[in-house]
């Protein structure tokens, strides 16, 4: 049950759901287990911005810690229309168990303004992000809670969030932020991490269920940047990318999409829908397309109760943040879908913001290779001990990877006890 009305939300309902299971399983005291399910931290301001036009623009913002027992906080920012303080407080919680299951030295946090990019000038999105990092700054920084990008947010965004505090501060602080240009201290490779990260784990599977990546048929919702580079990865195992979507629709093609073709029309339209040679499918009919790995890298709650009974893939790869509901998962606990849950799935992208983080304190910076042979040693690791915690527990997938990371927390929680 949610106990505050603040956070009250579908989203944040359902990430308490999916907390509360684990910690009926793990046996979590009642108030131990308050204690780890609501946030550490929030602050809501008001984020005021002139428009190009002179008029100024009220915008409401959000930063949520869910909890800072292991060390900083760690999560992205996002711009989006339908960004609320549950939602927020949601992918923080999410992000918390991400961070405890592959052993980074984080909790959770997440970040968000209520706003369309789509529809404000680089120049407009340049103020609100300044002013918003302005109300930030008395809670974020390199030992404290260090942002990073998301949905509607990008490496310029992050470069600007770095100006804004290092000129507060009086000199450059690069670890304050990651998923920054390289130019700036930017790690090589972060751009791409979460979708090699999501193509690693997908191939890990197909190995696992002995599915021959040449030829296997990929469907991907959301075509962003972990969409993108997903596709991109997988397509040099032979993989045929069959289908794509973003938010103004999708494209199927059962040979295969050219990607590199893609890619140019992309450039030229901002949208994956009229290409060329692909019939249009909408982004519901996707989602039941026949295919050997279907990939939600879009937003939350696209795998419900009315379709989950329809999906015709053979791995579940959640590249998105809870994008499964709750009553989703107790149908797919009973299918033969393969699970990779988003906590595992999509964690390659905070795993290489660790390294960049690190880099940024130490001034010793990695060259791409170094830091992909890093991700995917954690990566194997990870996987090898959800998938091997749940054959000897029985768990399904999801839980078995939230029961790691809740633990860790729990643990770490108990051992460093109640002050004062």
């Known amino acids: 049950m949610i106990t505050q009305t603040v956070f009250d939300s579908p989203v944040f309902q359902m990430a308490c759901e999916q907390y509360d299971h684990i910690a009926d399983w793990l046996g979590i005291g009642q108030s131990e287990r308050e204690r780890a399910r609501l946030p550490k931290r929030t602050l809501v301001v008001q984020v005021p911005v002139r428009m190009d036009d002179g008029r100024v623009e009220n915008f409401q913002g959000y930063r949520v810690q869910h909890h800072l027992t292991i060390g900083p906080t760690k999560g992205g920012i996002r711009y989006h229309p339908d960004v609320t303080i549950g939602e927020v407080a949601a992918l923080a919680m999410w992000m918390s168990w991400k961070c405890a299951l592959v052993g980074l030295p984080f909790g959770g946090a997440k970040g968000g303004v209520t706003c369309d990019p789509r529809k404000m000038s680089i120049g407009e999105i340049e103020r609100l992000t300044r002013r918003f990092t302005q109300e930030l700054i008395p809670i974020i920084g390199p030992q404290v809670d260090i942002p990073a990008p998301d949905l509607g947010t990008n490496e310029q965004t992050m470069a600007w969030i770095m100006d804004s505090y290092s000129t507060q501060v009086?000199?450059?602080v690069p670890g304050i932020v990651t998923g920054k240009p390289v130019c700036i201290g930017g790690s090589l490779g972060r751009r791409e991490a979460t979708g090699r990260g999501v193509a690693y784990l997908v191939n890990r599977a197909m190995d696992t269920l002995k599915i021959p990546a040449e030829g296997a048929s990929?469907?991907?919702?959301?075509?962003?940047?972990?969409?993108?580079?997903?596709?991109?990865?997988?397509?040099?195992?032979?993989?045929?990318?069959?289908?794509?979507?973003?938010?103004?629709?999708?494209?199927?093609?059962?040979?295969?999409?050219?990607?590199?073709?893609?890619?140019?029309?992309?450039?030229?339209?901002?949208?994956?829908?009229?290409?060329?040679?692909?019939?249009?499918?909408?982004?519901?009919?996707?989602?039941?397309?026949?295919?050997?790995?279907?990939?939600?890298?879009?937003?939350?709650?696209?795998?419900?109760?009315?379709?989950?009974?329809?999906?015709?893939?053979?791995?579940?790869?959640?590249?998105?943040?809870?994008?499964?509901?709750?009553?989703?998962?107790?149908?797919?606990?009973?299918?033969?879908?393969?699970?990779?849950?988003?906590?595992?799935?999509?964690?390659?992208?905070?795993?290489?913001?660790?390294?960049?983080w690190v880099q940024d304190l130490q001034?010793?910076?990695?060259?791409?290779?170094?830091?992909?042979?890093?991700?995917?040693?954690?990566?194997?690791?990870?996987?090898?001990?959800?998938?091997?915690?749940?054959?000897?527990?029985?768990?399904?997938?999801?839980?078995?990877?939230?029961?790691?990371?809740?633990?860790?927390?729990?643990?770490?929680?108990?051992?460093?006890?109640?002050?004062?």
């Not at 054959?391 to 051992?415: F, N, S, T």
């Open 218 to 356: 990929v469907v991907i919702q959301g075509f962003g940047n972990v969409g993108f580079h997903t596709a991109f990865a997988l397509s040099r195992h032979r993989t045929r990318i069959v289908a794509v979507s973003d938010y103004r629709g999708g494209i199927y093609c059962k040979e295969g999409l050219h990607l590199d073709k893609l890619a140019v029309h992309i450039q030229k339209t901002e949208s994956v829908v009229g290409f060329e040679g692909a019939e249009p499918v909408s982004n519901e009919e996707l989602l039941t397309l026949p295919c050997d790995v279907l990939i939600p890298a879009a937003v939350e709650r696209q795998v419900t109760a009315d379709n989950v009974g329809k999906l015709r893939c053979r791995i579940l790869a959640e590249a998105a943040n809870g994008p499964t509901t709750v009553e989703a998962d107790h149908v797919l606990r009973k299918s033969d879908i393969f699970l990779l849950p988003d906590i595992l799935c999509n964690s390659g992208g905070v795993i290489v913001s660790y390294f960049e």
């Open 363 to 420: 001034n010793f910076f990695w060259t791409e290779a170094e830091v992909n042979d890093r991700l995917y040693r954690i990566l194997e690791q990870t996987f090898s001990h959800v998938m091997q915690f749940a054959k000897r527990e029985k768990l399904y997938h999801r839980d078995a990877a939230m029961a790691i990371g809740v633990k860790k927390v729990a643990d770490a929680k108990k051992v460093r006890g109640l002050f004062p």
């Open 170 to 172: 009086g000199h450059s």
